[in-house]
């Protein structure tokens, strides 16, 4: 069997029986990165000799039995916006390129307790914003599935690369969608979950009251070990939530028998890709014939969740990018004439269109005399909308809808036209207003052969049941990798 069709579990099982070393893992990831690497553009870096001298390390601690657990060994890539110490972090963007922090991300510390390689820093759209990666000061990633289509953002090159078996698993980050989306473009699973459920320490921040780091894997049992490593409480995040239980993996049963699935009718309606619609519902019936209770209903609110989403989320950015001005850390302007030039200079040749594009947005809600108007209308909006969940909840266990509205559209396409890029997240962004878990796993192909993803919606701190769901309809069909990792390299 080749190396890299393996599942992140898998592998590390293989690893724990000593069917297969770290060093052969590592070497098989890093061979299939030099091979589809400069087609895919997954990557902003990677350093081979680190992660071979690491795999060194790790495999030594795994016959020591310093590293038992369930990943231990498996190489794995993060998302250009979580610290790494020692080890660029960019968010792809020029204003931080040569930024290299002194510290690593809470997500990353409990990964290194694991016992987990890293291979590198993957793409992303500018500072975690736009839909596509295409917005990275580093050039576009491409859909391993098909190199002239967007593998979704911001966490695109995140999914690329675990499309491509560039990598196991990754660590991506969501916003908006940012994890969900692109592991439907890309046909792998990504979660994102409770917010405060993974600590935001060293996750660079867009939006703070929506971001959350979760997992993108090959499939559900990869999503749920990854998540149970990096959830965790942590006092230097005031935002973390202590929970009772991180035993996610219990959740991976095939049974789905009495369990209620409500489908919104508002998910169902114009603006959906008749495909899409169709291979939702087939995933619905299949959900259906294993047990469960699928109802329609109707959920308010939907169509204000993207105008309340831009409003709060620019407002967020605005503030949190101010910190980026060429005094502290990152780039700054070769040429300026004083303090307030270089501030202004720094942050016209660092930030790229669509980051100005959204500080400018979020700097004009905020100002005197539109405060009320918008940003405190779109906050009391976002309760409305949490409201409409929760009322949800009191019926359903689980929401299930589409993760995007088409398949991965082509390069260029939403670029061209912001607004477009934005009502792609129309179906993702209300989860992050609510704060709730929600999962993406394919469900089909399109006529032209790209894959579909199937979202699933839990209620606050009820990952367990969005991850029964996504395991018991996985059971009714098998993963397939694009013809790009076809007799790739590590056999």
């Not at 950015?317 to 990152?330: E, H, M, W």
Request: aromatic share 8%; charged share 25%; with cysteine.
């Amino acid at each position: 069997m080749n190396i890299l069709d393996c599942t992140a579990l898998e592998l590390g099982r293989k690893i724990k029986e000593k069917e297969i070393t770290v060093a052969e893992a590592t070497k098989a990831v890093l061979a299939q990165i030099n091979a589809v690497e400069e087609k895919i553009h997954g990557y902003v870096s990677y350093d081979e000799e680190s992660a071979l001298k690491r795999a060194e390390e790790v495999q030594k601690g795994i016959d020591e039995g310093k590293y038992t657990g369930p990943l231990a060994g498996v190489p794995m890539a993060i998302k250009d916006n979580i610290c790494t110490k020692g080890y660029a972090t960019t968010c792809s963007s020029k204003i931080l390129e040569n930024f290299v922090p002194t510290y690593s991300a809470q997500a990353v510390e409990n990964l290194i307790k694991e016992g987990v390689v890293f291979i590198g820093k993957t793409n992303m759209d500018e500072f975690a914003m736009g839909s596509t990666t295409e917005t990275s000061a580093f050039g576009p990633t491409r859909n391993p599935w098909d190199l002239h289509k967007v593998p979704g953002g911001s966490s695109g090159g995140s999914a690329a690369a675990v499309a491509a078996n560039e990598c196991f698993m990754a660590l991506g980050s969501d916003t908006g969608g940012s994890i969900r989306q692109p592991a439907s473009y890309c046909g792998v699973t990504g979660m994102k979950p409770t917010y405060g459920t993974v600590s935001r320490y060293g996750l660079i921040a867009y939006g703070s009251s929506l971001d959350q780091i979760g997992p993108i894997a090959k499939d559900v049992s990869d999503c749920a070990a990854l998540l149970e490593v990096i959830a965790s409480h942590d006092e230097k995040d005031s935002t973390s939530v202590l929970r009772q239980d991180y035993d996610f993996t219990e959740a991976l049963k095939d049974d789905v028998k009495g369990m209620k699935i409500g489908i919104p009718k508002d998910y169902f309606g114009e603006g959906l890709d008749e495909e899409v619609k169709e291979a939702l519902l087939a995933a619905a019936k299949a959900l259906e014939e294993k047990g469960a209770i699928v109802e329609e209903f109707d959920l308010g609110l939907v169509e204000y969740a993207i105008p309340a989403y831009y409003v709060i989320a620019a407002a967020e950015a605005s503030s949190n990018l101010s910190r980026f001005d060429g005094v502290k850390y990152g780039y700054r302007a070769k040429t300026y004439e004083g303090l307030h030039n270089m501030y202004k200079k720094t942050r016209s040749e660092g930030f790229g269109p669509e980051v100005k594009r959204r500080i400018m947005l979020g700097s004009f809600v905020l100002s005197s005399g539109y405060y009320d108007a918008y940003y405190l209308k779109a906050l009391r909006t976002k309760a409305l909308i949490k409201k409409e969940f929760d009322e949800a909840f009191k019926k359903y266990d689980v929401i299930l809808g589409p993760a995007a509205p088409t398949t991965a559209p082509k390069l260029g396409e939403s670029l061209s036209d912001p607004i477009k890029m934005y009502l792609s997240d129309i179906y993702t962004i209300s989860v992050n207003l609510a704060g709730l878990p929600g999962i993406s796993l394919p469900c089909g192909k399109d006529s032209s052969g790209m894959p579909i993803g199937l979202q699933l919606i839990g209620d606050c701190f009820q990952e367990k049941k969005i991850l029964r769901a996504a395991y018991a309809f996985e059971q009714t069909r098998k993963y397939e990798g694009p013809e790009i990792t076809k007799g790739g390299a590590g056999a």
